[in-house]
């Protein structure tokens, strides 16, 4: 059974930085696309970013330049490096990926979140 477990979320003060992680476990034939998605207090699931197994990335425009996303793939993992956080960064932070298990089909799997404060 795949499974996405993600760590680092917290409180932190404006103009700070987090760093996530999420790390793939159980029987996993192949990775593809990862991603970093988010969901603020009444508003609807965003992207965040997304990272390709080649390590082509995509960015919301409001993260461009804030954040970073970046993946190990011998660890089956992914990361996102928020610098310069805003109070409007407060949401719970999805990791998504793509995976194909040793056993079944390929399709998406999600993270619990991590909740992400940023207040002063």
């Known amino acids: 059974q795949v499974q996405l477990v993600e760590s680092g979320g917290g409180l932190v003060q404006p103009g700070g930085s987090l760093r996530l992680s999420c790390v793939a476990s159980g029987r996993i034939f192949s990775m593809y696309t990862m991603a970093w998605h988010r969901q603020a207090p009444g508003k609807q699931r965003e992207l965040v970013a997304s990272?390709?197994?080649?390590?082509?990335?995509n960015y919301a425009d409001s993260m461009k330049g804030r954040f970073t996303i970046s993946r190990d793939n011998a660890k089956n993992a992914v990361y996102l490096q928020m610098n310069s956080l805003k109070s409007e960064d407060t949401a719970v932070y999805y990791c998504?990926?793509?995976?194909?298990?040793?056993?079944?089909?390929?399709?998406?799997?999600w993270g619990q979140g991590t909740q992400v404060t940023v207040s002063s």
């Open positions: 998504n990926a793509d995976i194909h298990p040793s056993i079944g089909g390929r399709r998406d799997y």
């Open positions: 990272v390709t197994s080649g390590g082509t990335t």
